[in-house]
Nanobody
Framework: QVQLVESGGGLVQAGGSLRLSCTAS??????MGWFRQAPGKEREFVGA????????YYADSVKGRFTISRDNAKNPVYLQMNNLKPDDTAVYYC????????????????WGQGTQVTVSS
């Protein structure tokens, strides 16, 4: 049974940092992605990492502030978020795919339960 479990969300002031982690079990994946969804908005791509090569991809809105990493080709995958802004407030989801990275949520078959990130001004 495939499971993705996120952790690390919370409340932080603007300008602060948080690190999310995602642990996958049940099978191997080619790409791990992060998405977020704010109230009343569609789920949007944040970034992704190739588990084998370590290549990373980011949305323009987080480039230079967020970093995705992994210790090795296995678990876990991290999302380091620096210089957080109130607009970053959302539920953050870890996603996994057996294919190369996509910015569309349709490109990921497996999802975690989500973790809340709230940035106060």
């Amino acid at each position: 049974q495939v499971q993705l479990v996120e952790s690390g969300g919370g409340l932080v002031q603007a300008g602060g940092s948080l690190r999310l982690s995602c642990t996958a079990s049940g099978r191997s994946f080619y790409t791990m992605g992060w998405f977020r969804q704010a109230p009343g908005k569609e789920r949007e791509f944040v970034g992704a990492i190739s588990r084998s090569t370590g290549n990373t991809y980011y949305a323009d809105s987080v480039k230079g502030r967020f970093t995705i990493s992994r210790d090795n080709a296995k678990n876990p995958v991290y999302l380091q978020m620096n210089n957080l802004k109130p607009d970053d407030t959302a539920v953050y989801y870890c996603a996994a795919s057996i294919f190369s990275y996509s910015t569309s949520s349709a490109g990921y078959a497996y999802w975690g339960q989500g973790t809340q990130v709230t940035v106060s001004s």
